[in-house]
């Protein structure tokens, strides 16, 4: 099949994609970033270096079986190219002992149309994760001449990146909270800050969660390169670490959205889906009281769902309330074991991203 750059959304059929893999992937020390995310009883805390083998073995098992699902159903699945993530990496500002890995192509990858783009991001484990992605990138390049490669302003992600002293040691769950719902967050506005995975697609609308991994100026940098759509910041008061928008809230075809339920979003931010006929439905409680060891995402990435089309979803074969939720939305639901590569950086919508889907830039909100 000729590679083409196509997708204006999270639901229209998918027909090729990007799965991560996990190999090499290391806990990076501890960073200005990563400290205000780490919670203080995690077992992550101090760790750092390269994950074991084993580990590394049984989340590619699971990620292999996931490609081998969605190549079954006649999509086309590509594969990044790991980097050394265990060697130590500096720029003229900082230095820091290891990068990441490159699991989760949704955080970093975000096709809107025709173009690629590779976010700011906004940990400095993750300043090179991008260059995972460019042999494919560099490849649909050559392939489809429509394609557009494109670069968000690397940042600096200097001590003026981040406010000092953010979290203070002993900070309880409340006072964080009420933190997180003054919109104070990790990340100062000295430059633009955006993870590809807090970005939302919906035709012509960009939803786009504020918090620590995105801040206003990164929201305000991506209304300016998305001069055609219209850019909308949200915000989800109920989430002590809000990193990432997509174990939050989940379009899973037109009209219809899975809020979790502890992340409500304000009614005051509801007012466009309501007067365009969108239902915000209530997430289902996940399956487990806790994530994996050594995990850096919640247990709602039960929420963090794949849709192959809008009668189609992929979701974690072990989270069976979201599948009997999802199956009476009247969804066919494809269930994917992948417990073991949520310690790698999430689920199955984190483990992939777009690079084409069926249908155009629809407007989806023609009352704003
Ligand atoms: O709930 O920990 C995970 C999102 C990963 N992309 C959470 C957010």
Redesign the pocket.
Same mark, same amino acid.
């Given at each position: 099949m000729k590679t083409v750059v196509n997708s204006w959304n999270e639901w229209d059929p998918l027909k090729h994609v990007i799965v991560g893999v996990a190999d090499g992937c290391c806990i990076p020390p501890s960073e200005p970033a990563s400290e205000a995310k780490i919670p203080a009883d995690s077992d992550m805390l101090g760790m750092h270096g390269p994950r074991t083998q084993d580990s590394v073995d049984k989340a590619n098992a699971q990620l292999d079986a996931f490609a081998e699902i969605m190549r079954k159903r006649g999509i086309v699945v590509d594969r990044p190219t790991p980097i050394d993530f265990s060697k130590p990496i500096a720029t003229p500002d900082w230095e820091n002992g290891s990068s990441f890995g490159c699991m989760?192509p949704?955080?970093v990858i975000l096709t809107v149309g025709s173009e690629m783009l590779e976010a700011t991001m906004s940990y400095r484990s993750r300043w090179f994760e991008y260059l995972c992605y460019r042999p494919l990138l560099s490849r649909y390049y050559d392939e489809d001449s429509n394609m557009r490669m494109e670069s968000a302003p690397k940042p600096r992600l200097n001590d003026a990146s981040f406010k000092s002293g953010y979290l203070s040691e002993n900070i309880t769950i409340q006072a964080r909270l009420a933190m997180v719902a003054d919109k104070n967050f990790v990340t100062t506005e000295v430059e633009p800050l955006f993870d590809a %995975?807090d970005v939302l697609r919906f035709g012509r609308d960009l939803f786009v969660q504020h918090g620590f991994t995105t801040n206003l100026k990164g929201i305000d940098w991506l209304r300016r390169h998305y001069r055609d759509h219209r850019v909308h910041a949200l915000n989800f008061p109920g989430d002590p670490?809000p990193?990432?928008i997509? %174990?939050?809230f989940t379009p899973l075809r037109p009209g219809l959205i899975l809020n979790n339920p502890e992340r409500a979003l304000p009614n005051d931010q509801q007012g466009i889906f309501k007067k365009n006929g969108w239902e915000i439905v209530e997430a289902a409680r996940p399956a487990h009281n806790q994530p994996p060891p050594l995990c850096?995402?919640?247990v709602?990435?039960s929420m963090?769902v794949l849709v192959l089309d809008p009668k189609t979803v992929c979701v974690e074969a072990s989270e069976v309330h979201t599948i009997d939720q999802i199956d009476k939305l009247g969804m066919e639901v494809i269930p994917v074991p992948f417990r073991d590569a949520y310690p790698f *950086? *999430?689920a199955l919508h984190?483990a992939t991203t777009d690079v084409y889907r069926e249908g155009r830039c629809e407007d989806y909100f023609p009352h704003q």
């Open positions: 989760p949704r955080d %995975a670490y990193i990432h997509d %174990a939050t850096y995402s919640s709602w990435l963090n *950086g *999430g984190c």
